[in-house]
């Protein structure tokens, strides 16, 4: 059986005494817990009766709730309840649940002050149940709630026993449900007034289309809860020592992995839906080598550039290496057994993969992340980039120049400055999703089409926001005249893109915000017209329009000085620093060919801003990235630097997205991920590192040295001659 505990007033009856003991008894230093205690001790409540304070009362026990040390401060005593719980598991005067013979026997699930108990469904385990509970309220003051409390049993438990058990532990409420139905699967409802359908002005695949394509971005519900379930496939794959992913592999992939086990046919419909994204996961994974021992060469994906992230080659001999760690000597690539094993395709990628300096174990590694972890954003952008691709492969689609040109006037209109609001009405407009007379007209059979303001043809969006008589005046008073696009007054959408061509001129952006302040407006004269009966001159509509305007317009241009003073900070932090006393300056170039796997790197060390008296060219194989590369290259001058023994460094970089991935230790690249970590570690040998950008120049001596370097065999150190 399965017991839900809830404690009344669990923060407010905390007390003290029990809380000092659990911090004594877990080994926190009485300096800390007098710390604590004098943080509950000093606290006074008052009372505002009729709007005035009313006396202060200082309380002898409790928590305050909202304090944000509060939760972790309940937890201590958690731990008590949970100790005591563990003590009666071990002495098997309570027996656990298993999922499964394999699985882990589970006493106790805690959820802040939620608790949910397993244990047999006996009179004996429930009479001992209740005596821990009694031990436990004694010690720390916390009070079982049985009116919120419940039991829910196994379905084969009878009538008689659960009855006598619910009389053991007080008389809670009994669970009813034994077991929950399984509803149908959830349709997207669309809404109705009256007991009809609303009307659709947009597609719903419309909508959930990016908004670069011209939709809104509106998640498509399956594959959004697709994604939802990719993330716990994610957490059991990449923490094996969560409970939860300890019982799952229990239940279900004891022997195997997530990815190749099979569904059982009496398998939960929880593991059934984290099936469905298992393919999601697996097609965006890609396993990072550390030391390779965990990683199988065959089977595994763990190539980069590689499709479908496994080798190409066919393997010839069951004698062949099993693992990676097998093609690796001394952290670096077994060059010439890696060309024996694999063809020249495959020898390249496994070559440009880096290998951890630290010796840390492989990883799981997400291919579509910013930082190589999964996010449900990125699964879900994978998973429709994937449909996107499926979709094309099955039918041909030619890329038309009109096609394309759409495509630059939604990234157009998205990037206005101009309010939010006008931006989704510019959007109906442009999709025919306006609510005007001949639209409804079309869809609904109601009403009449006609423009009630001009009564000179039908309302369309065009008609309404260009060639209506009203709409025309309105336009006459403007400040803004866009001549020569008379002949696109029949297509709203053509007229749009042929005036968004006015961003290239002086003040463009300026004018199409300002035009679609107009719009907006006319749109409000008409409404007003439509539903109030009340008239708007024109020259009052221009002139609310660039009120308007002009307001946003000048709240934009403040935000936009402010954080540009920022940016111009970070910028500067970039920038080459002023090194203290006793620092050594270390830059840092890296030099690869375009038709060869050949990387030459340059190194000139110096102190403070003395000329360099001393260099390294080096030579090694070019991933073919030049970040990578340059990561690389400062990855090998910061060894030279700890064999050197040099204490204070600060290293010159000339590439600032490295520098930036350095500063931020993530990277969506798998190569450049490993690379990060190596040069975060090296950082700690050293007194004090620092790294810096310098702007790019082929006659540094580093660049000139990095060129020298492609011609060599062997690695050279040069000496320069001080003046």
Not at 15 to 30: P, T
Not at 526 to 555: C, M, S, V
Not at 678 to 704: A, E, P
Request: charged content about 25%; glycine content about 6%.
């Amino acid at each position: 059986m399965a017991v839900k505990l809830d404690m009344s007033k669990a923060y407010d009856r905390v007390e003290w005494s029990f809380l000092d003991a659990m911090m004594a008894k877990l080994g926190f230093h009485y300096k800390w817990r007098n710390w604590i205690m004098e943080c509950l001790r000093t606290v006074t409540y008052s009372f505002s009766i009729n709007g005035e304070v009313k006396e202060y009362v200082t309380p002898g026990r409790g928590i305050r709730q909202g304090d944000p040390l509060s939760p972790y401060l309940f937890l201590l005593c958690s731990e008590g309840f949970s100790n005591l719980l563990r003590r009666v598991a071990e002495s098997k005067k309570i027996s656990g649940m298993r999922i499964c013979r394999r699985g882990p026997s589970i006493t106790h699930l805690f959820f802040a002050d939620d608790s949910l108990i397993f244990c047999k469904a006996n009179q004996q385990q429930a009479t001992e149940l209740m005596r821990v509970l009694q031990v436990y309220a004694t010690g720390s003051g916390q009070l079982i709630n049985l009116d919120k409390s419940s039991i829910l049993f196994n379905k084969n438990v009878s009538p008689v026993e659960k009855q006598e058990i619910c009389q053991i532990m007080g008389n809670m409420q009994q669970y009813q449900k034994d077991c929950a139905k399984i509803s149908a699967p959830l349709c997207l409802t669309t809404g109705e007034v009256n007991g009809k359908n609303k009307v659709h002005w947009c597609s719903w695949k419309k909508l959930t289309q990016v908004k670069e394509k011209g939709g809104l971005g509106f998640k498509e519900l399956e594959a959004f809860n697709t994604a939802l379930l990719g993330k716990q496939v994610w957490r059991i794959l990449t923490q094996p020592n969560l409970l939860v992913s300890q019982v799952l592999k229990a239940k279900y992939f004891p022997m195997s992995s997530i990815f190749k086990c099979k569904v059982p046919n009496n398998a939960s419909w929880m593991w059934r839906g984290l099936m469905e994204a298992r393919e999601l996961v697996e097609q965006g994974v890609r396993r990072r080598i550390g030391n390779g021992r965990s990683t199988q060469i065959w089977n595994d994906k763990w190539i980069p550039d590689a499709t479908n992230g496994r080798v190409t080659t066919k393997r010839q001999l069951d004698s062949s290496p099993h693992k990676v760690d097998e093609l690796i000597i001394q952290k670096r690539w077994n060059r010439i057994l890696v060309f024996q094993l694999f063809n020249e395709v495959d020898a390249e990628r496994i070559l440009s993969i880096p290998i951890s300096l630290s010796g840390r174990e492989d990883s799981y590694f997400w291919m579509h992340g910013a930082d190589g972890k999964y996010s449900v954003t990125s699964g879900y952008k994978a998973l429709i980039s994937s449909r996107e691709r499926s979709q094309k492969d099955i039918q041909e689609e030619v890329s038309t120049s009109w096609e394309q040109q759409n495509n630059k006037m939604w990234k157009v209109m998205w990037r206005l400055k101009i309010k939010h609001k006008l931006k989704i009405f510019l959007w109906k407009c442009l999709n025919n999703a306006l609510p005007v007379r001949e639209i409804i007209h079309g869809r609904t059979k109601v009403g009449d089409p006609f423009c009630r303001r001009c009564g000179e043809g039908r309302e369309t969006v065009e008609h309404t926001l260009l060639n209506c008589r009203e709409a025309k005046q309105i336009w006459q008073f403007a400040p803004i005249q866009w001549e020569g696009t008379q002949e696109y007054h029949g297509c709203f959408k053509r007229w749009w893109t042929a005036i968004t061509e006015a961003r290239y001129r002086a003040s463009g952006s300026q004018h199409l915000a300002l035009t679609v302040n107009i719009l907006w407006q006319i749109w409000k004269a008409r409404n007003d017209w439509e539903f109030k009966g009340e008239y708007h001159q024109p020259w009052r509509t221009i002139k609310k329009a660039q009120e308007e305007w002009l307001e946003f317009e000048e709240a934009t241009n403040k935000e936009t000085r402010m954080s540009t003073g920022e940016t111009s900070l970070d910028n500067h932090d970039d920038q080459q620093l002023e090194p203290e006393g006793g620092t050594v300056i270390m830059r840092v170039a890296a030099t690869s060919y375009t038709d060869k796997p050949v990387l030459g790197i340059g190194i000139t060390l110096a102190e403070g801003n003395q000329e360099p008296k001393i260099g390294w060219a080096l030579r090694e194989r070019s991933s073919g990235v030049q970040l990578v590369d340059e990561a690389v290259a400062l990855k090998l001058a910061m060894c030279k630097a700890t064999t050197l023994q040099q204490r204070k460094v600060q290293f010159q970089v000339l590439n600032k997205q490295l520098l930036n991935h350095i500063r931020s230790q993530k990277a969506s690249d798998i190569r450049i991920a490993t690379l990060v970590e190596d040069i975060v570690q090296l950082k700690g040998l050293f007194h004090m590192c620092s790294f810096c950008l310098v702007n790019s120049g082929n006659n540094h001596l580093s660049s000139r040295i990095s060129l020298y370097a492609l011609g060599i065999t062997i690695d050279e150190e040069l000496l320069f001659p001080q003046c």
